[in-house]
């Protein structure tokens, strides 16, 4: 366990809250790199004919990534030109597939050693199956995968990566950040509340990383994914957020943005 401060908990009972959405995804399932992996392609007319190839590791919630919600986020970066891959490193054990009033904090705390475990092998099929000399992979975690994501911006797997509502992060997530990262959070968000946002930020600043933060007031952990479409400012607030990321990632991948 690191002895580093935390800054954003565990997943608790904010991150079983929320909506699911309608919609009809577009992508497959298939099996890579020893995990169940939700891949969606951009359509012809959205593929770039120039420029590099450009791959997002979508890294899940408790929800995993062949939840509906999960599925149509990853179809809405796919649009704008993005091969996008989503491991299940919950093997079929997501929150989803379990009944309700099941044990959540023993279920997380028996998930994410098993994620952690998996996660090189996946990643290394990605790389074999996508990476060419000019691919430029980005990462967005959200909830329970935001770790995976400061990680990867810490070995510079990635050109840059990008959390939502962020959980299992603590001081040292962000003092060995060397890609840049955007932050998509709630204002009021008990995983990872202002005190800890302030926290973080102070040390992007003193280490000059390259950060952007979105807040929204007015919506809760789990707003990227799970919020209200029928509630128009948690609808903005979600859609906001993707729209945001999938520019980020645009930055970043076109090349060597200044």
């Known amino acids: 366990m690191s002895s580093s401060p ?16 309608t919609g009809t995804p577009v992508g497959r399932v298939e099996e890579l790199g020893g995990m169940t992996t939700y891949i969606t ?4 007319s959205a593929q770039s004919t120039s420029g590099p ?14 939840f509906v919600n999960n599925q149509l986020l990853q179809d ?9 891959v989503g ?3 919950f093997f079929g054990n997501g929150v989803p597939n379990h009944p309700p009033g099941f044990d959540r904090q023993v279920w997380v705390e028996g998930a994410r050693q098993p994620a952690i475990d998996a996660f090189p092998a996946w990643l290394a099929a990605v790389k074999a199956r996508y990476g060419t000399e000019e691919t430029k992979y980005s990462a967005v975690g959200y909830c329970f ?17 990008a959390l939502a509502h962020p959980a299992f992060l603590d001081e040292s997530h962000f003092e060995k950040l060397n890609r840049p990262l955007l932050l998509s959070c709630a204002e009021d968000d008990f995983t990872f509340p202002l005190t800890s946002r302030r926290r973080a930020e102070d040390i992007m600043v003193a280490n000059k990383s390259r950060y952007y933060f ?3 007031a007015g919506v809760k952990h789990g707003f990227a994914i799970r919020g209200d479409p029928n509630v128009p400012r948690e609808r903005w607030a979600k859609e906001e957020s993707a729209r945001g990321i999938k520019e980020w990632f645009n930055w970043f991948s076109s090349g060597s943005p200044a």
Do not use: R
């Open 145 to 161: 995968g935001a770790s995976f994501v400061m990680d990867l911006a810490a070995s510079g797997d990635i050109e840059a990566g």
């Open 41 to 44: 392609e951009p359509s012809s």
């Open 76 to 84: 809405y970066f796919a649009t704008f030109g993005f091969i996008v």
């Open 214 to 216: 979105q807040v929204f």
């Open 53 to 66: 190839k450009k791959v997002i590791l979508f890294l899940p919630d408790v929800y995993g990534p062949l």
């Open 6 to 21: 935390v800054l954003a908990k565990a997943p608790s009972s904010c991150c079983w809250s929320g909506v699911k959405h």
């Open 87 to 89: 491991p299940d490193y």
